[in-house]
């Protein structure tokens, strides 16, 4: 079942502008290692910059709570880009039984990412079924069948 859909595109100059006037630092706070590691021969790295930082986006707009920048990552199993995460995002996910698709692209001007968060199997109850059955009345002894 599809939890949640995030998208976000961003504009390649703003990423540009970014790295024109920080470069050590926007790399060392937005990116984890195995993503620089993966653009570094690249003749031009900001369209993969942004279309990673668009996926850290659309993640956080499937996500119930902040994480930092480092915490989500895009790597590349053969052509496909997969997500990962820091172990106690991951560590979340797989007890709710969520499951994450990506797809990033990018063009001349802009970058683009889509995140899709489907649950398949939970190990444990997720925090909106916690809450439900918390609100669901035992019959006892005060309590007529």
Known sequence: ?????????????RVRGVLARHRERF????????ELTHLAGRRDM???????????????????????WRDVWVVKEGPRPLL???????????????????????????AAAVVVLEQREALLPSVAEQSAQAHV????PDFPE
């Open 84 to 110: 990962r995460m820091a172990p106690a995002l991951e560590e979340a996910c797989q007890n709710e039984g969520l499951v994450t698709h990506l797809s990033i692209t990018h063009g001349r001007d802009q």
């Open 1 to 13: 079942m599809i939890v949640s859909v995030g998208i976000d595109v961003l504009e390649l100059d």
């Open 27 to 34: 790399l060392e706070r937005c990116f984890h290692p195995d």
């Open 46 to 68: 900001v369209p993969g910059l942004a279309a990673r930082l668009a996926a850290k986006e659309a993640f956080q707009k499937c996500w119930r709570a902040p994480f930092g």
């Open 137 to 140: 009345a035992e019959p006892g």
